[in-house]
C-alpha cells in the first residue's frame, strides 16, 4: 500500500502529510497528558465557592490561595431601657392635730379670776370662750358639749385646771352660760380636741 501511496503522490505531498499526522499526533499527546492531569489533581483541590473578586483576576492569584473567610453574625446590642423619669417626691401628708374625746365634769369659773394672768400668762376675761385643762396646749381649740341638754360651745385653753377631783374641764363664764351651766355651777360634758385651723376665736353655741 505505501508503494501504491508513494505511486500516487509525489514526494512534497508525501512529506507534508507525514509532517501534518506528527503534528495531530502529538497535540493529541498534549491534549491527553493535560486533561489527566487535570482529572488526576481534582480530588486533591479546594473547591472554593466564594466568587473571584477582581483584584485576584486581575493579579491572576487564584482564589484558593487565600483561606476561605467566614463572616461572623453582628452581634445584636441589647435593647437600650429607656430610663423612666424621676419620680417626684410627694410630699407628706400633712398630720391633723389627733383628736381626743373625753367625758367628765366641768366647771365654771369668773369674777374672781378675772382680770388675772391665766397660766399661759395671757389676761383671764370671763367674757370670752376659753377654758383651762390639765394638758392640752395652748391655744387648742376644744368642743365642749353638756349631755344634759345637748348645747356645745367651742373654747380655746389658755390656763390649766381644773384641780377639783372628777373634773376636767373648767370653762370661763361666756362659756358656762351658753352651755346653760350657770346656775348649778357643774354639769357632764364631752370634750372633743379639734384642729386649730377647724375653729375661729368666735362663739359656736347651739
Known amino acids: 500500500m505505501q508503494s501504491l501511496f508513494r505511486e500516487s503522490t509525489s514526494l512534497p505531498q508525501v512529506a507534508a502529510l507525514e509532517w501534518r499526522v506528527s503534528a495531530l499526533v502529538l497535540m493529541a499527546a498534549v491534549i491527553s497528558s493535560q486533561g489527566c492531569g487535570i482529572i488526576s489533581d ?3 483541590r479546594v473547591v472554593s465557592t466564594r466568587g473571584v473578586s477582581p483584584s485576584e483576576s486581575q493579579t491572576g492569584n487564584p482564589s484558593s490561595d487565600k483561606p476561605p473567610t467566614h463572616t461572623l453574625p453582628r452581634e445584636i446590642p441589647p435593647i437600650a431601657k429607656i430610663p423612666s423619669p424621676p ?3 410627694q410630699a407628706p401628708p400633712a398630720t391633723s392635730q389627733p383628736t381626743m374625746m373625753e367625758t367628765g365634769v366641768a366647771s365654771w369659773y369668773g369674777p ?3 382680770g388675772k394672768l391665766t397660766a399661759s400668762g395671757e389676761v383671764f376675761n370671763q367674757e370670752k370662750f376659753t377654758a383651762a385643762h390639765q394638758t392640752l396646749p395652748w391655744g ?6 353638756n349631755l344634759a341638754n345637748g348645747k356645745s360651745v367651742d373654747v380655746r385653753i389658755n ?3 381644773p384641780f377639783g377631783k372628777g373634773r376636767i374641764i373648767d370653762v370661763s363664764r361666756a362659756a ?3 352651755l346653760g351651766m350657770v346656775g348649778r355651777g357643774i354639769t357632764t360634758v364631752r370634750v372633743e380636741w ?3 385651723s377647724e375653729r375661729s376665736n368666735k362663739l359656736v353655741a347651739r
Open 42 to 44: 481534582a480530588p486533591n
Open 87 to 89: 419620680e417626684t417626691e
Open 112 to 114: 374672781k379670776f378675772h
Open 140 to 145: 387648742s381649740r376644744v368642743k365642749v358639749t
Open 159 to 161: 390656763d390649766r385646771g
Open 176 to 178: 358656762a352660760r351658753a
Open 194 to 196: 379639734l384642729s386649730d
